[in-house]
């Protein structure tokens, strides 16, 4: 009965390899976003996705692409890896972000090593 | 631009001690405030929440955070912490419409059994 679960776990690779990590959720929810943690454990937002549709793009670099085939879907897409791409990349979901119960639910998230 | 503050990075406390983790926020408008724990290894899960109403909010585990408006704080805290307390912690602030969590820089705390 996982809530949101994220694959692979581990995901270790070559500099200049294009990666994919996916995510799903269970939840009904409308939204879902990507998050990364740095080697100093600070959490920063990537991209946010409202049934399908692009609500946050932070400054993120154009090598990052999500796709979100239905609401309960949003993966992450690394073009051209970078050693400053090593991170743990969360997803998350919540209901409408609008709405008071918007509380946001992570996954377990996805260890990213570039060598 | 928003932004979250946690004033102490690492704290060590004995178990039993009280516990109390700060977090400042900058935005001026409506916020929602969050903590949120990840556990060695483990994913963030949520410890409390304030939308509104009451500013002393009651959390999981025995925890509880109080909004203070004028201070722009919304500070954690715990009476007596266990050693399974051990864990790094995160004060989140909600703006806008977007959803977006604005995190601070994190706590981790350490609890000697």
Redesign the interface.
């Known amino acids: 009965d996982t809530a949101v679960s994220q694959t692979p776990k581990y995901l270790v690779t070559q500099m200049g390899n294009d990666k994919s990590i996916k995510c799903e959720q269970n939840l009904g929810h409308d ?1 879902m ?1 990507w ?1 990364k943690q740095d080697s ?6 990537m991209f ?1 996705y ?1 049934n399908k549709e692009l ?2 793009n932070e400054t993120v670099p154009n090598r990052f692409s999500p796709k979100s085939p239905d609401k309960a879907h949003l993966n992450l897409h690394i073009n051209s890896l970078e050693l400053g791409d090593s991170a743990v990349y ?1 997803c ?1 979901s ?1 209901q409408d ?2 709405a ?1 119960m ?8 996805t260890r990213l090593l570039v060598l | 631009a928003q932004s979250v503050s946690q004033h102490n990075h690492h704290v060590i406390l004995s178990e039993a001690a009280s516990l109390e983790l700060g977090c400042n926020y900058s935005y001026g408008g409506t916020v929602n405030l969050f903590w949120y724990v990840q556990y060695p290894g483990q994913h963030l899960q949520l410890l409390l929440k304030y939308f509104s109403g009451d500013p002393l909010v009651k959390g999981i585990k025995g925890f509880e955070a109080e909004f203070i408006k004028s201070k722009f704080s919304f500070n954690l805290r715990k009476p007596s912490v266990q050693w399974s307390d051990t864990a790094e912690y995160f004060c989140a602030v909600r703006s806008g419409n977007t959803g977006k969590l604005i995190f601070g820089q994190g706590t981790t705390l350490q609890v000697k059994p």
Do not use: D, M
């Open positions: 939204t976003y998050y100093k454990k600070f959490l920063k937002i946010s409202n609500i946050i969360f998350a919540s972000p609008r008071v918007g509380t946001q639910y992570f996954g377990p998230g």
